[in-house]
């Protein structure tokens, strides 16, 4: 990876440069303290890149997925034929998809870029990838018009004052421009309407220390950071009227798979009788994927709880450590699912259906 590209001030997280034939996006591992594009140029480069988090956010995975399959669609030699062609593309997608299997836009990205590439078969080899490319920047700028969507319906679950609490990175580093869960807060100061802030820390990763209160502060929203734990005592004294959060997957019964935290999130605003959103795009429902319990849930290093951000490790290096990526917070502990085509309510397997229809 080239990690001396430029420095950038605002937060466009991923861009391809046509003129360059280049795939950039922000390094998210290096946020807050460092704000830089790296460029991304090989198979084992962007697969690093989703695995170690340089781009995360289910709808970024996915953006950044569909903008490297066209990427290395140029990689592969013209001598073949059009089937040796898609085979190979199809070996590409297989290992993006393999790099974080809990995000479902990951696999749905690259099951259009490749249902692209079969539909255009026919086309010649400049012709073949222009529809590939263009195949991408229709899936990033329906994001961006989703995100717009889903921010102006879950602003509409507000009242001015009130008090939300969110937990990991559903902002626009995990999606494009407004986010989804962090997009009604960028809104609301947008229109001027006032909405306090409370974002988890999100152990072990830290998404909402370093990228959400880093977002939210940048565009002046009144964001306070609290630790994992500190949720039940925000809640009890009366400062959250609703919990906003991302999501990774939804499966056709609602339940919700999200970063490691939510469901205890759920839990708590049950207890304190708090309403809790899920929002996100409709390519994050997953239909096909019955519940909870269908839903792959990625297991990452355990250093992530033992060493990382510290200065020397935390624990024993014989401690065993048990490190989910994600959890599921069932459906009926959700009062609603945004959507950028609106918000589902109970009983969703009627709800979440009715979408696609």
Same mark, same amino acid.
């Given at each position: 990876?080239?990690?001396?590209?430029?420095?950038?001030?605002?937060?466009?997280?991923?861009?391809?440069?046509?003129?360059?034939?280049?795939?950039?996006?922000?390094?998210?591992?290096?946020?807050?303290?460092?704000?830089?594009?790296?460029? /991304?140029?090989?198979?084992?480069?962007?697969?690093?890149?989703?695995?170690?988090?340089?781009?995360?956010?289910?709808?970024?995975?996915?953006?950044?997925?569909?903008?490297?399959?066209?990427?290395?669609?140029?990689?592969?030699?013209?001598?073949? /034929?059009?089937?040796?062609?898609?085979?190979?593309?199809?070996?590409?997608?297989?290992?993006?998809?393999?790099a974080r299997p809990t995000a479902v836009n990951l696999s749905w990205a690259v099951d259009l870029m490749l249902e692209t590439a079969r539909e255009r078969l026919e086309l010649d080899g400049p012709a073949l990838l222009e529809a590939l490319y263009q195949k991408a920047v229709e899936i990033h700028e329906d994001d961006i018009a989703k995100c717009r969507a889903i921010?102006?319906?879950?602003?509409?679950?507000?009242?001015?004052?009130?008090?939300?609490?969110?937990?990991?990175?559903?902002?626009?580093?995990?999606?494009?421009?407004?986010?989804?869960?962090?997009?009604?807060?960028?809104?609301?100061?947008?229109?001027?309407?006032?909405?306090?802030?409370?974002?988890?820390?999100?152990?072990?990763?830290?998404?909402?220390?370093?990228?959400?209160?880093?977002?939210?502060?940048?565009?002046?929203?009144?964001?306070?950071?609290?630790?994992?734990?500190?949720?039940?005592?925000?809640?009890?004294?009366?400062?959250?009227?609703?919990?906003?959060?991302?999501?990774?997957?939804?499966?056709?019964?609602?339940? /919700?798979?999200?970063?490691?935290?939510?469901?205890?999130?759920?839990?708590?605003?049950?207890?304190?009788?708090?309403?809790?959103?899920?929002?996100?795009?409709?390519?994050?429902?997953?239909?096909?994927?019955?519940?909870?319990?269908?839903?792959?849930?990625?297991?990452?290093?355990?250093?992530?709880?033992?060493?990382?951000?510290?200065?020397?490790?935390?624990?024993?290096?014989?401690?065993?450590?048990?490190?989910?990526?994600?959890?599921?917070?069932?459906?009926?502990?959700?009062?609603?699912?945004?959507?950028?085509?609106?918000?589902?309510?109970?009983?969703?397997?009627?709800?979440?259906?009715?979408?696609?229809?």
């Amino acid at each position: 990876m080239n990690d001396a590209v430029r420095q950038v001030t605002h937060a466009q997280n991923i861009r391809y440069d046509k003129t360059a034939e280049a795939l950039y996006m922000i390094d998210q591992t290096l946020l807050p303290g460092e704000e830089k594009e790296i460029r /991304t140029e090989t198979l084992e480069e962007m697969v690093e890149a989703i695995k170690a988090l340089r781009v995360r956010g289910a709808p970024a995975i996915g953006i950044f997925a569909a903008y490297s399959m066209y990427a290395l669609a140029r990689t592969i030699p013209t001598a073949g /034929t059009r089937e040796d062609f898609l085979h190979s593309l199809g070996s590409f997608g297989d290992a993006l998809k393999a790099a974080r299997p809990t995000a479902v836009n990951l696999s749905w990205a690259v099951d259009l870029m490749l249902e692209t590439a079969r539909e255009r078969l026919e086309l010649d080899g400049p012709a073949l990838l222009e529809a590939l490319y263009q195949k991408a920047v229709e899936i990033h700028e329906d994001d961006i018009a989703k995100c717009r969507a889903i921010s102006e319906y879950g602003l509409s679950l507000l009242k001015p004052g009130d008090g939300v609490l969110t937990h990991c990175n559903a902002g626009p580093l995990a999606t494009s421009r407004y986010g989804t869960a962090q997009g009604p807060f960028l809104l609301a100061a947008e229109k001027g309407v006032p909405v306090r802030v409370f974002a988890d820390e999100t152990r072990p990763l830290l998404q909402g220390a370093r990228l959400t209160s880093y977002e939210l502060s940048r565009a002046g929203v009144d964001v306070t950071l609290i630790c994992d734990n500190m949720a039940s005592m925000v809640m009890k004294n009366g400062w959250v009227q609703a919990c906003f959060v991302g999501c990774d997957r939804i499966a056709a019964n609602g339940d /919700t798979a999200n970063k490691i935290g939510t469901s205890g999130v759920a839990i708590l605003a049950k207890h304190y009788g708090i309403p809790v959103y899920v929002l996100g795009p409709t390519s994050t429902i997953d239909l096909n994927c019955p519940d909870g319990d269908h839903i792959p849930i990625e297991l990452r290093d355990p250093d992530e709880i033992k060493a990382l951000w510290y200065e020397k490790p935390m624990a024993l290096p014989e401690v065993k450590c048990y490190n989910p990526a994600f959890d599921v917070t069932d459906h009926s502990l959700i009062a609603g699912i945004v959507t950028e085509k609106g918000i589902c309510r109970p009983p969703y397997s009627e709800s979440l259906a009715a979408l696609f229809k």
